[in-house]
């Protein structure tokens, strides 16, 4: 199994802003779904197509968009099984960073349900008895706690990515805090 890819930051490392750009891109489950698949090893259109289930026609689409705002690079073309040229890409881990914005934009509330149907996927796929944990609240925070959380949360996800071995077992996270509407 190759390395896996470590998280580039720092402590000091400030998010990038999403572009619309990186938003469009980043809209559509599956881009979430190729982004994880070629984070811990490159993959072709046509690996990821019959992984995914999906045509390698629609595939390449969200690939293209994610290679255009730097979340997928590719690399040098290789000899197939069969002999045929193929051209692998791998995740960039640009979206590690990404500010993804807290205003009330469309592309980003359809960014954060286009995260929670990928990671729903990956629910499925993992069968009917992977080790998990799962925990919901609902906390009431000021806004100097609820930085403090997302930072803690930040900084501790971080910590354990750096933390990551070759033969360790892949182990899918998801972080969404959302403030809620108040309800009568």
């Not at 802003?17 to 779904?33: E, F, I, M, V, Y």
């Not at 944990?133 to 501790?156: F, K």
Request: hydrophobic content about 35%; overall charge negative.
């Amino acid at each position: 199994m190759a390395e896996p890819t470590k998280l580039p930051t720092t402590e000091a490392e400030p998010r990038k802003r999403a572009t619309p750009q990186d938003l469009r891109a980043l809209t559509h489950p599956l881009s979430w779904r190729i982004l994880r698949l070629c984070l811990e090893k490159s993959q072709t259109n046509q690996q990821l197509a019959q992984r995914l289930g999906v045509s390698p026609a629609t595939l390449l689409r969200r690939m293209r968009a994610l290679t255009d705002a730097g979340f997928l690079t590719v690399e040098p073309p290789r000899q197939g099984e069969h002999g045929a040229w193929e051209r692998p890409y791998r995740a960039t881990g640009a979206t590690w960073r990404l500010d993804l914005g807290t205003d009330a934009d469309q592309l980003t509330g359809q960014i954060d349900l286009a995260i929670v149907d990928a990671h729903r996927a990956e629910l499925i796929e993992s069968g009917p008895n992977p080790s998990r944990h799962t925990r919901r609240e609902i906390l009431h925070l000021d806004a100097t706690t609820r930085t403090e959380l997302d930072q803690r949360i930040d900084d501790l996800l971080d910590e354990f990515q750096n933390r990551s071995t070759p033969d360790g077992t892949p182990v899918s996270v998801l972080w969404n805090a959302v403030e809620q509407a108040d309800t009568p």
